[in-house]
């Protein structure tokens, strides 16, 4: 009798034990995640879907790429990713939480732990380089002083610092890059979102540039690019997603 | 942090009304008319109202006394007259008398009536009233009074003119917030457009601002200033046109128009007034302004 309660007692903790162990590597899996996309697909006209059951996981501080030929789909994932455009079915959770669920005026918040690079670069023409970083940390109420001291040193990492009173018009393409990409990172974002950041860019400033997001990468960003660019790819490539007629055709983990 | 938000809104707000300033100056003048309008026929009441004061201040009441009245009545009457906490000066005037001062005020009428054979003047009691004493509520009753003794036959005041004067106040009032009216509707859909058009000519920046992270209540407030400037702005250059007018409008009559003249000038808005047409402009600004944003900015 003593021999089976000891089992008993036994099984009982090593039971405890396991249910313990597994939440924990649930909850630490859950923890790592930053972007997780369920079976998304996206539809914009009939019969023909952007996106067809896209399902991938990227962790926080990965250095990811989206990659694929014109009309893949890439552009449509990143809108739904900061949603610009909501999916026509399936799910997705930023930073653990179901972003499709948050009400439209509540977007803000989601928006404010993104960095948000566009292929045109949106930039507001008729203000100076400086306000156009300054704008984020103005919404956010942030004050002046500390604005003038990020937005200073930012424009230092991206070597802006004497151009940080022109308006954008009088600057190159690459340059304006730049400055689009300051703003995307000058709140200090969990993600930051870059569709074709080097389009139009010659090899060496694309380079310049990824090296930029790589610095920002290893502060604990995670970053996620959509480019069609193989070579950058190749050079600075960790995570890779290819995309084909809207479906994940293959994943790279280098 | 919040303080810093407004200020940054309100900087932005210059920045649109001078961007756009052509669109801007037009909305302003179509303020400005239209609460210049409402000014105009609040100042015309404003004077009826102070005329109808003025003779409320100096109101006579004449109490005609019947034909062989006896003494008693006549004394009667007298004490009545004299005992009213109304009445600041009573005097008794004869038939005679009326007839005199009749023939000195109307020496080209004296030979009518020297012709006439009987004096058609009855003898009356002239009382003038204490300042301020009466209101005209009070003075009517005070007045039927009177009709009620016995020996009156009639009792005349410048009642009907004081009815009068009241009558076009509220006439000249009810003109002006109906012409007003119509027009403060106009400019109200007047900045709605032009709060649309901004808003358009912004929407690629709004865009911007949206997916940098900026909340609803961040955009919509330099457009809200904005409506609210222009209201308030368009409202206050209405007082200001309408304290010109006040001015030159009497140089420009002249005194072609006699009596007339005191009858139509215009007054001056009290405070309370002026208050009021800023305060409807700015609330006519901020509406006009939100309404177009719930319509077309869709946040």
Redesign the interface.
Same mark, same amino acid.
């Given at each position: 009798m003593v021999h089976v309660s000891v089992l008993l007692d036994f099984y009982s903790k090593s039971k405890t034990y396991i249910i313990e162990q597994s939440e924990k590597l649930i909850l630490q899996l859950l923890k790592t995640a930053m972007i997780e996309v369920y079976n998304l697909w996206k539809q914009y006209q009939r019969p023909n879907w952007a996106l067809s059951g896209i399902s991938m996981k990227i962790e926080k501080g990965d250095f990811c790429f989206i990659t694929g030929p014109s009309g893949s789909g890439k552009t449509t994932l990143l809108k739904i990713l900061?949603r610009?455009i909501l999916p026509t079915q399936g799910q997705l959770l930023i930073d653990q939480r179901n972003i499709l669920r948050i009400p439209?005026?509540k977007?803000?918040v989601l928006? #404010?732990m993104?960095g948000?690079v566009f292929q045109d670069f949106?930039?507001?023409f008729?203000k100076k380089v400086f306000d156009n970083i300054a704008?984020?940390l103005?919404?956010?109420?942030?004050?002046?002083k500390e604005i003038r001291r990020r937005v200073f040193y930012l424009l230092r990492m991206v070597n802006l610092h004497n151009k940080m009173w022109e308006y954008p018009k009088h600057l190159s393409y690459g340059e304006q890059q730049r400055v689009a990409i300051a #703003?995307a990172v000058v709140?200090n974002p969990k993600i930051i979102l870059a569709d074709e950041p080097t389009g139009n860019l010659d090899t060496e400033l694309a380079y310049e540039i990824m090296n930029l997001f790589k610095r920002i990468n290893k502060k604990g960003t995670t970053v996620l690019i959509c480019t069609h660019d193989r070579e950058l790819i190749r050079h600075f490539g960790e995570k890779i997603f290819f995309l084909y007629k809207g479906k994940i055709l293959r994943r790279e983990s280098l | 942090m919040i303080h810093q938000k407004f200020i940054f809104s309100l900087k932005e707000t210059l920045q649109n009304l001078w961007q756009f300033k052509g669109r801007n100056l037009f909305s302003l003048f179509i303020i400005c008319l239209s609460f210049l309008i409402i000014g105009i026929f609040l100042s015309l009441s404003n004077n009826f109202q102070y005329i109808a004061k003025q003779i409320q201040k100096n109101l006579a009441i004449i109490a005609f006394l019947e034909e062989g009245i006896s003494e008693q009545n006549i004394n009667a009457i007298r004490i009545r007259l004299e005992n009213s906490p109304y009445i600041e000066e009573v005097s008794y005037i004869t038939s005679e008398q009326a007839k005199e001062n009749f023939s000195e005020k109307f020496p080209e009428l004296n030979n009518i009536v020297s012709n006439l054979e009987i004096n058609p003047f009855p003898p009356s009691f002239e009382a003038i009233a204490k300042k301020n004493a009466l209101s005209y509520e009070e003075t009517i009753d005070f007045v039927n009074d009177l009709k009620n003794m016995p020996g009156i036959d009639d009792v005349q005041f410048n009642k009907d003119w004081l009815e009068r004067i009241q009558a076009f106040s509220r006439l000249a009032k009810a003109v002006g917030f109906f012409l007003g009216g119509i027009l403060v509707l106009a400019s109200f859909f007047i900045i709605s457009n032009i709060i649309k058009l901004n808003v358009l000519a912004r929407k690629s920046e709004i865009e911007i601002l949206r997916l940098t992270g900026a909340t609803n209540f961040f955009i919509r407030t330099p457009f809200l200033i904005e409506g609210i400037i222009l209201g308030f702005l368009g409202s206050a250059g209405s007082l200001l046109l309408l304290a010109i007018i006040i001015k030159l409008f009497p140089l420009y009559l002249g005194a072609s128009l006699g009596t007339l003249t005191e009858l139509i000038s215009f007054r001056y808005l009290s405070l309370s007034q002026c208050l009021a047409v800023i305060t409807g402009g700015s609330v006519i600004g901020f509406s006009g302004s939100y309404s177009s944003l719930a319509r077309f900015l869709n946040i």
């Amino acid at each position: 009798m003593v021999h089976v309660s000891v089992l008993l007692d036994f099984y009982s903790k090593s039971k405890t034990y396991i249910i313990e162990q597994s939440e924990k590597l649930i909850l630490q899996l859950l923890k790592t995640a930053m972007i997780e996309v369920y079976n998304l697909w996206k539809q914009y006209q009939r019969p023909n879907w952007a996106l067809s059951g896209i399902s991938m996981k990227i962790e926080k501080g990965d250095f990811c790429f989206i990659t694929g030929p014109s009309g893949s789909g890439k552009t449509t994932l990143l809108k739904i990713l900061y949603r610009e455009i909501l999916p026509t079915q399936g799910q997705l959770l930023i930073d653990q939480r179901n972003i499709l669920r948050i009400p439209d005026h509540k977007i803000y918040v989601l928006r #404010r732990m993104m960095g948000i690079v566009f292929q045109d670069f949106r930039l507001l023409f008729h203000k100076k380089v400086f306000d156009n970083i300054a704008i984020v940390l103005r919404i956010l109420g942030v004050p002046k002083k500390e604005i003038r001291r990020r937005v200073f040193y930012l424009l230092r990492m991206v070597n802006l610092h004497n151009k940080m009173w022109e308006y954008p018009k009088h600057l190159s393409y690459g340059e304006q890059q730049r400055v689009a990409i300051a #703003r995307a990172v000058v709140n200090n974002p969990k993600i930051i979102l870059a569709d074709e950041p080097t389009g139009n860019l010659d090899t060496e400033l694309a380079y310049e540039i990824m090296n930029l997001f790589k610095r920002i990468n290893k502060k604990g960003t995670t970053v996620l690019i959509c480019t069609h660019d193989r070579e950058l790819i190749r050079h600075f490539g960790e995570k890779i997603f290819f995309l084909y007629k809207g479906k994940i055709l293959r994943r790279e983990s280098l | 942090m919040i303080h810093q938000k407004f200020i940054f809104s309100l900087k932005e707000t210059l920045q649109n009304l001078w961007q756009f300033k052509g669109r801007n100056l037009f909305s302003l003048f179509i303020i400005c008319l239209s609460f210049l309008i409402i000014g105009i026929f609040l100042s015309l009441s404003n004077n009826f109202q102070y005329i109808a004061k003025q003779i409320q201040k100096n109101l006579a009441i004449i109490a005609f006394l019947e034909e062989g009245i006896s003494e008693q009545n006549i004394n009667a009457i007298r004490i009545r007259l004299e005992n009213s906490p109304y009445i600041e000066e009573v005097s008794y005037i004869t038939s005679e008398q009326a007839k005199e001062n009749f023939s000195e005020k109307f020496p080209e009428l004296n030979n009518i009536v020297s012709n006439l054979e009987i004096n058609p003047f009855p003898p009356s009691f002239e009382a003038i009233a204490k300042k301020n004493a009466l209101s005209y509520e009070e003075t009517i009753d005070f007045v039927n009074d009177l009709k009620n003794m016995p020996g009156i036959d009639d009792v005349q005041f410048n009642k009907d003119w004081l009815e009068r004067i009241q009558a076009f106040s509220r006439l000249a009032k009810a003109v002006g917030f109906f012409l007003g009216g119509i027009l403060v509707l106009a400019s109200f859909f007047i900045i709605s457009n032009i709060i649309k058009l901004n808003v358009l000519a912004r929407k690629s920046e709004i865009e911007i601002l949206r997916l940098t992270g900026a909340t609803n209540f961040f955009i919509r407030t330099p457009f809200l200033i904005e409506g609210i400037i222009l209201g308030f702005l368009g409202s206050a250059g209405s007082l200001l046109l309408l304290a010109i007018i006040i001015k030159l409008f009497p140089l420009y009559l002249g005194a072609s128009l006699g009596t007339l003249t005191e009858l139509i000038s215009f007054r001056y808005l009290s405070l309370s007034q002026c208050l009021a047409v800023i305060t409807g402009g700015s609330v006519i600004g901020f509406s006009g302004s939100y309404s177009s944003l719930a319509r077309f900015l869709n946040i």
